[in-house]
């Protein structure tokens, strides 16, 4: 069974298939070729409540990197191409009460059409 990560912050980048790119603070057993669930929610699910599949996903490549260095194109590849390096960061920060220039893993994934 397929460990799951949660993609709360960035569900419908997910549904939308325009996110290939995650930078998360942990996760760093993976390597590529694993498969993953995306989920909606991981934690704090409540008695009986579940988490929402959103996609099994592949991983491409992972790599240990700082925050602040994350380029344009990656961005865009988070799912965000309105907002610029400097406010993905800011973002980051505030949802994961992180450091501007903390090492985060940065995995690439591609998704399994048809099995989510």
């Excluded at 942990?26 to 590529?32: C, E, I, R, S, V």
């Excluded at 699910?45 to 988490?51: V, Y």
């Excluded at 865009?76 to 993905?88: L, Q």
């Excluded at 450091?99 to 048809?114: P, T």
């Amino acid at each position: 069974m397929a460990r799951r990560m949660s993609f709360m912050l960035t569900q419908k980048q997910v549904e939308d298939r325009t996110k290939t790119v995650t930078r998360r603070v942990g996760w760093w057993f993976l390597k590529p070729g694993d498969l993953v669930t995306a989920v909606d929610k991981g934690m704090g699910l409540k008695k009986g409540q579940k988490s929402k599949r959103l996609a099994s996903i592949r991983i491409v490549d992972v790599r240990e990197e700082r925050l602040n260095q994350i380029t344009r194109e990656d961005v865009v590849k988070e799912g965000f191409p309105g907002m610029s390096p400097a406010e993905f960061v800011s973002m980051f920060c505030s949802h994961m009460k992180g450091e501007r220039d903390q090492k985060v893993n940065r995995i690439e994934f591609e998704y399994l059409d048809g099995e989510a």
